[in-house]
């Protein structure tokens, strides 16, 4: 894809807004900034934020600014928008996770679709992307959310199949990005805690995010 003049914007949790880097410029979405200077980029990563709304109030307010809600906060006009969540949704959220076919965002399901829909209708001319969530080590098993037990591969599963309905491309991290943190050599090498990239884990996503947009038509 061709970035001269265009307009992008990352939609994000803590992983978009740059939590684990050493300073705020090591960020991928800031790395992508720097290598093209002849774009306009814009971060709206929100650490501890979820694609679905949160029904008991989180213990930061700020938490709970999902992903849906932030849209109309985006700029007007954008050419290529990046949706990179769905951790802090299998993490910490409490929203039931839902089936295919929900279309309301009290759902892990009905939010992907919502959210899409919003893009879309706010951006029908732009390319809108998905990245599935990085593998964790935290407490990976999976967890109840009201419905059924979850994994995080549950949540990339969904991820991919709400993209693939709405052919979105989707750059899938979960199966592709080489950081596995239940691995100790790589959790050391490539995250702070398990969870969150360090610097050299957030060159390794610049590279791979820079490279899946590169070969967007």
Request: proline share 6%; glycine share 8%; aromatic share 12%.
């Amino acid at each position: 894809m061709q970035l001269n003049g265009k307009t992008v914007c990352f939609l994000g949790d803590s992983i978009t807004e740059g939590a684990g880097a050493s300073t705020k410029d090591k960020c991928y979405v800031s790395l992508f900034k720097a290598a093209h200077p002849e774009a306009t980029v814009h971060n709206f990563g929100i650490g501890g934020t979820r694609i679905a709304k949160q029904t008991t109030p989180s213990e930061s307010p700020r938490w709970d600014l999902d992903f849906v809600s932030r849209v109309t906060e985006m700029p007007e006009n954008a050419d290529l928008i990046c949706v990179f969540g769905g951790t802090n949704d299998f993490g910490h959220g409490d929203a039931r996770f839902g089936h295919w076919g929900d279309k309301t965002p009290d759902t892990f399901w009905g939010a992907l679709y919502t959210l899409s829909v919003d893009l879309i209708n706010k951006y029908p001319t732009a390319r809108i992307v998905f990245f599935t969530p990085l593998h964790r080590s935290t407490k990976p098993e999976p967890r109840y959310k009201g419905d059924g037990y979850w994994s995080l591969d549950d949540y990339a599963d969904a991820i991919r199949k709400n993209a693939a309905y709405f052919a979105f491309p989707v750059l899938d991290l979960r199966t592709e990005s080489g950081i596995q943190p239940c691995v100790p050599a790589i959790k050391e090498a490539f995250t702070v805690d398990g969870l969150h990239p360090n610097d050299a884990g957030y060159e390794r996503l610049f590279r791979m995010i820079d490279r899946f947009i590169a070969n967007l038509e």
